[in-house]
């Protein structure tokens, strides 16, 4: 059974984390080496995770009660939690599927004298085009910020340089992963270092969860193998467990309703030394390999079904969603033919807050429910790529002439 994702981290790595959880050596020093990596290195701020980041941001940067932030229509629930959380008002704006970039008469749309911020969620490993947004965000005095969780290694590396803030996330399922840390690239030095102070009164991340997560880490990644992960299923099928539960459990950050305690550490040294490791280590050839792999299946199914971000940037896919009129069945199929799909999302709608009924997403709310991902990586390789869109290509004709009897 092929799983739907694999863990973006070599045994080498994981090891290294574990020995600097032993030795974790001096954060400053780790901090300097991974600030040298960015364009302009004095923009660093490294943090906890993207949700720690933002979360300080909005700290840093106090705004009045029940200003306005604007998301991406489709993010992870807690930013507009987090946002919330602030006093401010998350304000959705709708996406277009065929980029995922925020449809621009809805952002035009959405600004208020109250806007402050939006926050463009580069998604499934492809970019947004962003010079428009650029201009609109300079001429509205709308502070613009990158959410690259997703994109790392589309485009340059380090993406996001046209906005005043841009946010790098090594969370487990992220390309490169650290087992979490995010780096900001925060253009306004003031605004950096009133986050770095903020955050220097917070705790700091304890050791021994940071090393029982790089167990976990270890776990999924040789879970993710085809002969082990075909077992697990199977052993969860006779046990009468989720598996597809047990998967997104394992990997999902901040669980429960404690979100914002959670949130708020100060990263431990032995994660940011792994970081510095993981991004001096950064191969683009995995990710180019991983490109070409999405773009055969792309090719092979793009007569046949909706691909939500199909003609976004630079699209590294990621991640590999589809939009199906009946998941449930093709999941099924898939599934019996050991490729390992899920319509399970770690990602929401964000709906229009009362009183701005006019900003519902319906866009994206329309194909959110219909989203399936497929597994695609260089590790399945082309022949198995195509077995996947050859079982895809028979379950989809039958189900439509099923529909036209
Ligand atoms: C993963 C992700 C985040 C959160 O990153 P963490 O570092 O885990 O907090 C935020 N936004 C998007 C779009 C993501 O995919």
């Known amino acids: 059974m092929w799983v739907r994702k694999r863990i973006d981290i070599g045994w080498g790595g994981i090891g290294y984390g574990l020995l600097r959880c032993l030795f974790p050596g001096k954060a400053v020093e780790h901090e300097r080496s991974i600030a040298s990596q960015l364009p302009r290195p004095e923009e660093a701020v490294i943090c906890f995770s993207v949700r720690s980041g933002f979360d300080l941001l909005l700290t840093a940067l106090k705004f009045p009660e029940g200003s306005e932030i604007l998301l991406s229509a489709m993010t992870l629930g807690h930013m507009a939690d987090i946002v919330r959380a602030h ?9 277009d599927p065929d980029t995922m970039a925020p449809d621009m008469n809805a952002l035009e749309r959405s600004i208020r004298p109250e806007t402050r911020i939006l926050v463009v969620a580069h998604l499934f490993g492809g970019r ?3 010079e428009r947004i650029v201009e609109i965000c300079r001429r509205r005095n709308i502070l613009l910020i990158e959410d690259m969780a997703q994109a790392l290694g589309s485009g340059r590396r380090w993406g996001g340089g046209q906005s005043d803030v841009a946010m790098f996330s090594f969370g487990t399922i992220k390309t490169a992963t650290a087992g979490g840390g995010a780096v900001l690239r925060v253009r306004d030095a003031e605004l950096g270092n009133e986050m770095r102070v903020a955050q220097a009164g917070y705790p700091l991340q304890r050791r021994m969860p940071f090393a029982i997560k790089l167990g976990r880490i270890a776990c999924l990644k040789f879970l993710g193998y085809r002969f ?14 989720d598996a597809d539960l047990v998967i997104s459990r394992g990997t999902r950050a901040f669980p429960g309703n404690n979100l914002i305690v959670m949130i708020r550490r100060r990263p431990h040294p032995a994660l940011i030394a792994l970081l510095s490791h993981r991004l001096s280590q950064f191969d683009p050839r995995y990710l180019r390999r991983k490109t070409m792999i999405g773009r055969l299946l792309r090719d092979e199914l793009s007569c046949m079904v909706d691909m939500p971000g199909k003609n976004a940037l630079a699209q590294t896919h990621w991640v590999f969603p589809l939009c199906l ?14 490729f390992d799909a899920t319509a399970r999302q770690s990602m929401e709608v964000i709906h229009a807050p009362a009183g701005r009924e006019e900003m519902e997403p319906t866009r994206i709310a329309e194909i959110y429910d219909r989203m399936v991902y497929l597994p695609a990586y260089p590790e399945m390789g082309a022949r198995e790529i195509m077995r996947m869109a050859r079982v895809l290509s ?7 002439r099923g529909a036209g009897k």
């Open 128 to 130: 947004c085009r962003m």
């Open 394 to 400: 028979v379950t989809l004709n039958g189900v439509a």
């Open 87 to 95: 006093g401010l008002v998350p304000v959705p704006v709708d996406l």
């Open 228 to 241: 082990p992960y075909g077992l697990f299923r199977r052993l969860c099928g006779k046990l009468r467990i």
């Open 325 to 338: 009129g009946n998941s449930g069945e093709v999941i099924t199929k898939l599934v019996a033919e050991g």
